[in-house]
């Protein structure tokens, strides 16, 4: 029977903004700004830290890991939307729903559970400094960035099959600009509780709880910035602090106004503004915040555009 009705469905249809004919120029070009800058700062943080021996330190490590996963986040979100808004076509097969569904879900996923060890790797650096080079080191930190791809790629692929294996009876449109997972939900025509419960599961352990370790954490580490006697200091720690906190926020509470809502809540319309937020905008702005802020990345991006004057023109000087 699923089979039977997974066949008929070869092609599925985006009403993406359609309902928004007049911002829709605009929503394209704010997405393909977004979409852009975060390929810049993303790939230059990714080669700096590759090609600045100061920077291979953990911090960095763990950011390099997150660019690398935001750049294929972004695009899995936000390139076939720009794609079929150039094309005029507002189609994707089944298979391409799938691939995109997945990589959507597993970059999620993943930047839930890294964000969560890099409040982690800051709270052992600034409490406990003398430890942090063992605590923290080489073997530990590849471990913690395995273990959050491998988290994030596992639990996107039973979303992904839970949702994709069931009955569509032939509906194919998409209220969405992307396959986003509770929107092809909404396709389904055959109770459903049994995928929400295993969506509500994963969503419970990679939203709630990570969140909750960089709360605990950012409060160790806020006690411990009182401490600190200098003025300056303490200004410049809690700016830091409130940048950070402000892109976790961001991107945890968008998420967890989309997927942990109750079932009975139709916010269809609201959800595809939401997910720009969360799939382009924190994407944006997690190399500008814990990066390119940075004195050490500063300098490092000094000696790339001495090194390649070309870059001149594409990076802005740091001052």
Known sequence: MVKANL????????????????????????????????????????SITILDSHLHKPMYFFLSNLSFLDIWYTSSALTPMLANF????????????????????????????????????????ICNPLRYPIIMNKSVCVQIAAGSWVTGCLTALVETMSVLHQPLCGNSIINHFTCEILAVLKLVCVD??????????ISVVLLPMPMLLICISYAFILFNIL????????SKAFSTCAAHLTVVVLFYGTALSMYLKPST?????????????????????????????????????KK????????????????
């Open 192 to 201: 459903t509780s049994r995928v929400q419960l295993i969506m509500l599961v």
């Open 7 to 46: 066949t008929v469905i070869s092609d599925f249809i985006f009403l993406g903004f359609t309902d928004y004919p007049k911002v829709k120029v605009i929503i394209f070009v704010l997405c393909l700004l977004m979409y852009l800058i975060t390929l810049l700062g993303n790939i230059i943080l990714i």
């Open 86 to 125: 150039v094309s005029g076509r507002n189609t994707i097969s089944f298979s391409g729903c799938a691939i995109q569904m997945y990589f959507s879900l597993a970059m999620g996923s993943t930047e839930c559970v890294l964000l969560s060890m890099m409040a982690y790797d800051r709270y052992v650096a």
């Open 227 to 234: 401490s600190i006697s200098s003025v300056d200091g303490r």
């Open 265 to 301: 809540v139709d916010s269809q319309e609201i959800d595809k503004f939401i997910a720009l937020i969360y799939a382009g905008l924190t994407p944006m702005l997690n190399p500008i915040i814990y990066s390119l802020r940075n004195k050490e990345v500063k300098a490092a991006v």
């Open 304 to 319: 790339l555009l001495i090194r390649n004057p070309l870059c001149a023109f594409l990076i802005p000087s740091s001052k």
